[in-house]
């Protein structure tokens, strides 16, 4: 055995044949045998690559909850299959962090590690003082399951060494403080991370001298103390960052050195409309509640986020910071509750709100103009909604089968008495134009109301043959059966 304290700052290494003890669950066992030695000395970039091999083994999608982003996928697995860092980078709401979770189910379900150690030390390859005591100098070492460990650590302008790296005091040590004692050695979020992914949530946020550390941690696997003590921190941790583009307000840069360290992966708006119904409903809060939110109002509301992102387009040129798919969730989730407030079984034209109040509640704090006066973004929202209804209402109309049209029209211009109220009408069930029609368009009997609804809407705005007297409330304006 090694006098004490010379092999604090050296890697310590156990092998079967160095072993101590160890007690797991009050009993002696043998880490290196078949069942256990997976649980431990490997290296979590390992285990990713291991866990990798065998999704793609099974033709299997290690990211499935995450909707399209296919091009991403296979950069991020590469950058993991060759043992990179990652670095997310991209607008708030795209999905960065869900990336960077769905990341950690790569990661060994469990692993063994010293009983009580505050960075769940490799019992084979210690790296706090305390455990390189213990195994150096204990006959008898215990031993817990750990599980998997996604640690989060938001970036923040005023985070202190302490707090990301931890408290380290060699002068204490040279004091006689024992190794483990709090004065000594409180690990920081970061060394939590060993044997796990540390999530660095927004990086650039991250004071340069900290990022500084950083890179000294991840590159050198050591950390230089204020009093210029080099202390060796060989942990273990997969580091994904991520980050906002540059001039986005309240990031600062990331430093050179850290970016060389680590594979960019841009993380942008979903590609597809599609695919942007697809994640709204996937994360809206009123997953239930007996109520649906038919096909064409996902699309109008989804639609009108996305002409917000156009920069090219006559509407979003005003706009200076895009609304992500946060927006299209949360609408997503304020017309269902409308919906649900009135009773109704399926989302109609009113749930939008008066001058489209409630997609301005899900609008208004996540995007802003260019030059910000809170009235003209209210007009701005507006005239998003009245592009995304015209489209939705093209394609509403291009659906009608020419054969039935005629047939149709007749039917609606004898529909109700006067008006057309969307919410009471009862359609006779000798209207077989019609009601092929709201089939076609869905096949959901609780949408049906919803659907007589945007077809007035869409002949309104295509043909003009029907008007809109009030709310919910159409005319035929064309010739009246008599
Ligand atoms: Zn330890």
Redesign the pocket.
């Known amino acids: 055995m090694q006098k004490a304290g010379d092999y604090l700052f050296e890697e310590v290494r156990v092998t079967e044949s160095s072993s101590p003890d160890f007690i797991l669950n009050g009993e002696k066992v043998d880490i290196w045998n078949t069942e256990l030695k997976n649980y431990h000395s490997r290296s979590i970039m390992d285990y990713v690559r291991e866990n990798l091999l065998k999704y793609e083994k099974k033709g299997k999608d290690p990211f499935f909850e995450i909707i399209g982003k296919e091009q991403e996928k296979e950069m991020l697995k590469n950058a993991l299959m060759s043992g990179s860092n990652i670095l997310f980078k991209g607008m708030k709401g795209y999905g960065k962090t869900t990336f960077s979770k769905s990341i950690s189910k790569l990661l060994p379900e469990k692993l063994l590690a010293?009983k009580g150690?505050?960075?769940?030390?490799d019992p084979a390859n210690?790296?706090?003082?305390?455990?390189?005591k213990?195994i150096m100098e204990e006959n008898e070492v215990e031993l817990t399951w750990v599980g998997r460990k996604w640690v989060r650590i938001l970036g923040d302008p005023m985070m202190t060494t302490r707090q990301l790296i931890g408290g380290l005091s060699i002068q204490k040590i040279r004091e006689g403080f024992d190794i483990d004692s709090p004065e000594v050695f409180t690990p920081g979020r970061i060394l939590k991370a060993h044997r796990g992914i540390a999530y660095i949530d927004e990086l650039g946020a991250i004071p340069s001298a900290m990022q500084t550390l950083l890179h000294e941690l991840l590159e050198e696997k050591q950390i230089t103390t204020p009093e210029g003590d080099i202390i060796p921190m060989k942990i273990d941790t997969l580091f994904i960052a991520s980050t906002n583009p540059a001039n986005y307000r309240g990031t600062s840069d990331i430093k050179e050195p850290l970016m060389d360290r680590m594979e960019e992966i841009f993380i942008g708006p979903p590609d597809m409309l599609e695919e942007e119904i697809q994640i709204g409903l996937k994360n809206m809060t009123l997953q239930n509640g007996g109520c649906s939110i038919p096909e064409w109002h996902l699309r109008t509301i989804a639609r009108a986020v996305r002409l917000a992102r156009m920069k090219d387009g006559k509407i979003a040129s005003r706009i200076g910071v895009e609304p992500s798919c946060r927006a299209t969730i949360k609408i997503f989730d304020h017309v269902k509750a409308s919906a649900m407030r009135k009773g109704r079984k399926a989302v109609m034209l009113k749930d939008y709100g008066e001058r489209y109040i409630n997609i301005k509640l899900g609008l208004r704090s996540r995007m802003e103009l260019e030059f910000e006066e809170s009235d003209t973004k209210d007009e701005v929202i507006e005239g998003l909604m009245e592009e995304s209804l015209n489209r939705t209402s093209v394609e509403i109309y291009s659906k009608i089968p020419k054969e039935i049209f005629g047939g149709m029209m007749e039917e609606l211009s004898s529909l109700g008495n006067g008006a057309i109220d969307v919410e009471k009408v009862k359609i006779p069930s000798d209207f077989l134009n019609l009601i092929a029609f709201l089939e076609k368009l869905t096949s959901n009997r609780n949408e049906y109301l919803s659907a007589l609804e945007i077809t007035l809407e869409s002949l309104r705005r295509c043909t003009g043959l029907v008007v809109k007297v009030d709310s919910g409330k159409y005319e035929y304006a064309g010739e009246r059966r008599v």
């Not at 210690?126 to 390189?132: H, I, L, T």
Request: net charge positive; with cysteine; hydrophobic share 35%.
């Open positions: 010293v150690c505050k960075i769940h030390d210690p790296v706090c003082f305390s455990c390189k213990l």
